[in-house]
């Protein structure tokens, strides 16, 4: 895997990768951006929760769940002090579908925590990751 980080201006870049997708990365006006793309320790919390997002949706459709969404949302702690790393990160999954068990849910999402999701394993080597999960049954 390969990724390509091209300055443009200030601090503003443009990342791409292997898959040929790119994405703006800037800063905030009072760091010397413009505003026009994700920070990157944004990209980092954004890339974790779409590794886990795949992952778990990806076991609910092998385990024949009818999903109809999925929502992970993450909220992030960061040190106080520079390095400003992750200190916390919490995982909260909404799963929307019919008759859909909290039991085979459950399980998607520890095995992506704890087996798939590469991104969530790095990560908790340095950062405590907790996660939790609603079901909403839709009509």
């Known amino acids: ?3 390509r980080i ?3 201006e200030n601090v503003a870049f443009m990342a791409s990768a292997d898959s040929g997708h790119a994405v703006a990365i800037d800063g905030p006006p009072d760091g010397g951006g ?3 793309g994700v920070r990157p320790m944004e990209m980092m919390l954004m890339g974790m929760g779409g590794c886990t997002a795949y992952d778990v949706m990806t076991i609910l ?3 024949r769940q009818a999903v109809t969404d999925c929502v992970v949302e993450l909220n992030a702690e960061r ?3 520079i390095p400003s790393v992750f200190t ?3 995982v909260h999954f909404i799963v929307t579908g019919k008759n859909l068990s909290e039991k085979v849910v459950e399980r998607a999402i520890h095995l992506s925590s704890e087996k798939y999701c590469s991104a969530s394993i790095m990560l908790s080597k340095t950062v405590e990751i907790t996660h939790d999960f609603e079901i909403i049954e839709s009509e």
Do not use: C, F, T, Y
């Open 1 to 3: 895997m390969q990724a």
């Open 6 to 8: 091209k300055w443009v």
């Open 34 to 36: 413009k505003n026009l």
């Open 61 to 63: 459709g092998k385990s």
């Open 79 to 81: 040190a106080d002090q």
């Open 88 to 90: 916390r990160i919490h």
